[in-house]
């Protein structure tokens, strides 16, 4: 018995959307284990790991290491549900912060990333201290071509006593993969200092993409003209699913 065009077309979508949904799922588990591996590290050397979705529970808890939260995150500009955003504290055993970072998801839908720093980086940034800030109509390639789900990590700082130990790396790594799941992001990128991208720091944490002076300004903050030469380090989505897969080969060396 032959069978007709149709049927074997539905018998073939199938078979493929069953094979992706298994992928998926493997994939999801890859991430999964990926987490838990980081985080059982993080507690071998003495560190507790907290997390949440209040950022003024979070700005409290910086507080306490004389740190304020950026303009990327604080309260005063924006308001982060629990699906938009979320932080980690890695607390010492006294319970003082050791060391933080956050994510947030902007939905882009098919804006762009570089239409989409036109119109919130001049609202951060522009006041009466740091004057009209603008960045240039030409950016950079990737920015033009990135849209959808798009996550921004910052607030990452390690106290000076835990420097040097791995604890940046680790961390960095661990947000990207709680993002991953939390948000599904088509893209992840942070900001990083020119001498750490430079010093292959960047691609220590897990990011494939490292672009230098990753915004063309025309006007940059007068009063935070170092803003102007932060080097972007950036994930698309499968490469983040890779990550996951490399942090557990790596384990099993």
Excluded at 161 to 176: D, E, H, N, S, T
Excluded at 207 to 221: D, K, L, Q
Excluded at 246 to 253: D, G, I, K, S, T
């Amino acid at each position: 018995m032959k069978i007709r065009r149709a049927e074997f077309d539905k018998i073939i979508y199938a078979i493929i959307t069953g094979e992706i949904a298994v992928r998926t799922a493997e994939m999801t588990m890859d991430v999964a284990s990926a987490i838990g591996l980081i985080s059982a590290e993080l507690r071998m050397v003495g560190m507790k790991i907290v997390s949440g979705h209040d950022f003024a529970e979070y700005a409290d808890l910086v507080a306490a290491s004389n740190r304020v939260l950026t303009e990327h995150f604080a309260i005063d500009y924006h308001t982060l549900s629990p699906v938009e955003g979320f932080w980690i504290v890695l607390t010492d055993g006294s319970g003082m912060p050791a060391a933080t970072v956050a994510a947030r998801l902007d939905c882009l839908g098919p804006m762009t990333l570089a239409q989409h720093w036109k119109m919130y980086l001049p609202r951060i940034y522009s006041s009466k201290t740091s004057g009209t800030v603008t960045i240039s109509q030409r950016q950079h390639g990737f920015c033009q071509e990135v849209s959808g789900r798009v996550a921004y990590l910052g607030e990452m700082w390690v106290k000076d006593k835990f420097r040097k130990q791995g604890l940046a790396k680790k961390l960095a790594i661990l947000v990207q993969l709680v993002a991953l799941l939390q948000f599904d992001p088509d893209f992840i990128y942070c900001w990083m200092w020119e001498d750490r991208a430079k010093s292959g720091f960047a691609q220590a944490c897990g990011f494939t993409e490292v672009v230098a002076r990753g915004i063309r300004w025309e006007n940059p903050p007068s009063n935070k003209s170092e803003i102007a030469k932060l080097w972007l380090a950036g994930n698309r989505k499968s490469r983040l699913f890779d990550l996951a897969l490399n942090v557990l080969e790596c384990a099993l060396e």
